[in-house]
């Protein structure tokens, strides 16, 4: 059995610690790029959102490398994309590719025994002992926790470092080593010293740069390359980023919502504009903008793709929120389109006139 | 002493030129043609006998082919059209609130409180109601893009066409066509339609205040002027340069810089028009990524490099705008 996945931000890199530890066969899909994106969007219905095109890019980059097996977390329909995983079989058996999917889906939705049995048919793959199966897991855990805490520091201090472009060149630098690292040990030593060496980062706290929450649906969130990798943009300009989705959010979110504790700042802060559920994560992009605004954030980029139906809810009430808070807020949609200049202009105008704004110039340091 | 700004858009290519106290003093409209380093080595030829080098205190740069021409002018500032729009109306009016832009590829909505944007929306999805649309269906009806508006202020009555989108608008208008109806109703249809187009699509959920300001090509055309005012129950206005708004925002805002850096410009001379540019892109294979760099040579020398997500390439030549 050789194993794959679709990318999702940082994942790849847990997912390798664990197969790694396991002893697993793996194939990692090339990081998500034009090419998967065109292989996608040719096999994919055309109606579909912008997530399952890439992701079945990354299936048939991967297949085409030698996986026969697709591990996805399905979620069981928060919104579309917790069905994908069916008719994304339907697109690949068409396609004439013999593969296994493997959905590791919320256990209230399948129950805990089908659970179980689903991860069961992955571990009985490893010959390792249960305890290394385990540390495996943890492993696998902490990379992405370590990885996420790297890549949101990083986003953050860019606003406030001295040597322009030393957080950028460190996050590129480390997910780079990490990925070229086999040994599950040493790579999450590799991790912790990137950590260790981001705190040494110099950097200037008297100065006020500009600060943008990003907000919106998951996948174009933390999938970078869905987003024309915003982040990375919005480091160039000198900005400091926060964004609370990440994969290790995402985990946090799953596990606490057995205890229907999850995202509870969140989703009080939302209660105020959306008192239901409205599917996804709806709610909680309203509610991590009502907490932008209360943590003093200049503005608000909200992310969705074409179609996205919970979003579309959103972006309505964040129009309103907008307008009671006197907060800017823009929003940005996403589709197959490559080209930036649409994207950039509009990227260049929020922060100007989030610099106006303020009045002072803050970014004329450069 | 002047102050320069260049528009590098889709369709047109506009260079400004202003005097000391800001007056337009010149200007230059071109067809940039999918090509704007010709387009704007053209423009500069126009301009070369009539003004020294050394007159030249501030450029700038806008449009969607910014990037490329900053490297070849070396440009003070390089700002988005957005910004550059909203300088140019302030400029001329402290007054204004809505600021309508409809250029060749892309429409705008900028909304501005005492001076300062507060928001703005570009089209997405569709490009209904631009002046590549508006071209195509004048071509279609035989009829000279100048006279369009003209003709639709014959008509009494409007035809209704669909403006939801472009293409529907556009078997709409052939199918009114091939009924028979009057050129000038149609045309007057289609403008009303596009005007509804852009307030529904642009301008969803804007709240659009009086003073309103009317720039870029398509405000030429007087028939959807006043589609605009019929919709909206009040007066637009369109300001005197409305074509090259954009130009004189970006020299404005060249100005700006210049004079906040107390700076000399970076300006490479008319000159430039007898170099030789050569661009050539390739595909980096080093990351997945697989960006696409360009590479500007004057020569054989490089003078710029972009489309990188990394920063490998282009390091030379950071982004200096924003």
């Given at each position: 059995?050789?194993?794959t996945?679709?990318?999702?931000g ?33 096999h ?13 890019g ?16 399905g979620?069981?329909g928060p ?8 008719l ?24 805990i025994?089908?659970?179980?049995s ?7 793959q490893s ?5 290394e199966?385990?540390?495996?897991l ?5 990379a ?33 080593r990490v ?11 590799i ?51 926060y ?11 799953t ?5 229907k504790l999850?995202?509870?700042r ?7 504009y959306?008192?239901?559920e409205v ?15 209360e943590?003093?954030y ?65 970014l004329?340091?450069? | 002493?002047y102050?320069?700004g ?6 047109s290519?506009?260079i ?11 200007q230059?409209?071109?067809?940039t ?7 704007i080595?053209?423009?500069?030829k ?24 900053s490297?070849?002018l070396?440009a ?34 900028i909304?501005?409180n ?17 002046g ?21 202020l ?14 529907f608008?556009e ?6 066509q ?7 109703d ?33 405000a ?10 019929k919709i909206?129950g ?48 390739f ?6 990524n ?25 390091q ?7």
């Amino acid at each position: 059995m050789v194993v794959t996945f679709p990318h999702l931000g940082n994942t790849y890199i847990a997912c390798k610690i664990m197969f790694d530890s396991l002893g697993i066969d793996y194939v990692i899909p090339p990081l998500s790029n034009k090419e998967a994106l065109r292989i996608g969007a040719f096999h994919s219905p055309d109606e579909i959102c912008l997530p399952f095109k890439i992701m079945i890019g990354n299936y048939i980059q991967s297949i085409e490398k030698g996986a026969d097996t697709v591990i996805i977390v399905g979620s069981c329909g928060p919104c579309r994309l917790g069905e994908y995983c069916e008719l994304q079989m339907s697109v690949l058996k068409n396609l004439g590719y013999q593969v296994k999917f493997i959905v590791v889906d919320y256990p209230g939705e399948i129950g805990i025994k089908e659970l179980a049995s689903r991860i069961g048919y992955i571990s009985n793959q490893s010959h390792k002992k249960k305890i290394e199966k385990l540390r495996a897991l943890y492993r696998a855990v902490k990379a992405i926790r370590l990885m996420d805490y790297i890549e949101q520091s990083a986003r953050m201090i860019a606003g406030y470092e001295i040597n322009r472009g030393e957080c950028k060149r460190l996050l590129l630098q480390c997910r780079d080593r990490v990925f070229n690292e086999s040994d599950p040990s040493k790579a999450l030593k590799i991790l912790k010293s990137y950590k260790a060496k981001l705190s040494k980062i110099p950097i200037d706290k008297k100065r006020k740069p500009l600060k943008i929450a990003i907000v919106g649906e998951i996948y174009t969130n933390i999938e970078s390359f869905a987003n024309h990798f915003i982040e990375d943009t919005l480091m160039d300009y000198g900005i400091a980023t926060y964004k609370s989705l990440s994969p290790s959010w995402w985990l946090k979110y799953t596990g606490l919502k057995v205890l229907k504790l999850h995202a509870v700042r969140a989703r009080l802060a939302a209660k105020q504009y959306l008192k239901y559920e409205v599917g996804a994560y709806a709610k909680e992009t309203v509610g991590e903008a009502v907490l932008a605004y209360e943590r003093g954030y200049d503005g608000i980029i909200h992310l969705l793709p074409v179609g996205c139906m919970p979003e579309i809810v959103s972006k309505s009430i964040l129009t309103s929120i907008a307008k009671e808070k006197d907060i800017p807020i823009m929003t940005l949609l996403f589709d197959e389109m490559t080209g930036e200049a649409g994207y950039l202009t509009r990227i260049e105008a929020f922060i100007d006139l989030l610099e106006r704004r303020r009045r002072d110039h803050v970014l004329s340091w450069r | 002493m002047y102050y320069l700004g260049v528009d590098v858009g889709s369709v047109s290519t506009d260079i400004v030129v202003l005097d000391e106290k800001l007056n337009v003093y010149d200007q230059v409209y071109l067809r940039t043609k999918g090509r704007p380093i010709e387009a704007i080595q053209r423009g500069f030829k126009q301009l070369k006998n009539k003004y020294k080098d050394k007159e030249v205190r501030a450029i700038g740069t806008t449009g969607s082919g910014r990037g490329i021409t900053s490297f070849i002018l070396g440009a003070d500032c390089v700002k988005n059209e957005i910004t550059a729009h909203a300088m140019a109306g302030v400029y001329y009016d402290k007054e204004v609130k809505t600021i309508f832009e409809i250029g060749g590829q892309d429409s705008k909505i900028i909304l501005l409180n005492q001076g300062v944007v507060t928001d703005f929306a570009m089209n997405t999805v569709c490009a209904a109601g631009t002046g590549s649309f508006l071209d195509r269906q004048a071509e279609r009806l035989g009829i000279p893009i100048e006279e369009f508006g003209n003709y639709a202020l014959k008509s009494k009555l409007a035809v209704r066409i669909a403006g939801r989108c472009a293409v529907f608008a556009e078997s709409d208008m052939i199918h009114k066509q091939q009924l028979g109806y009057d050129s000038a109703d149609i045309i007057k249809g289609l403008c009303e339609a596009l005007a509804r187009n852009y307030l529904n699509n642009v301008g969803k959920g804007k709240d659009i205040q009086p003073k309103v300001f009317f720039q870029g090509g398509v405000a030429a055309n007087i028939g959807i002027k006043e589609a605009f005012e019929k919709i909206l129950g009040f007066e637009i206005f369109v300001p005197k340069y409305y074509n090259v708004m954009g130009a004189i925002g970006a020299a404005l805002l060249a100005k700006e810089t210049v004079e906040s850096k107390r700076c000399k410009t970076n300006f490479k001379g008319f000159d430039i028009s007898d170099h030789v540019f050569i661009t050539n892109s390739f595909q980096c294979k080093d990351c997945p990524n697989e960006c696409e760099v360009v590479r500007i040579l004057d020569g054989e020398v490089e003078i710029g490099c972009f489309g990188d997500r990394c920063g490998k390439w282009n390091q030379k030549s950071h982004i200096k705008s924003s």
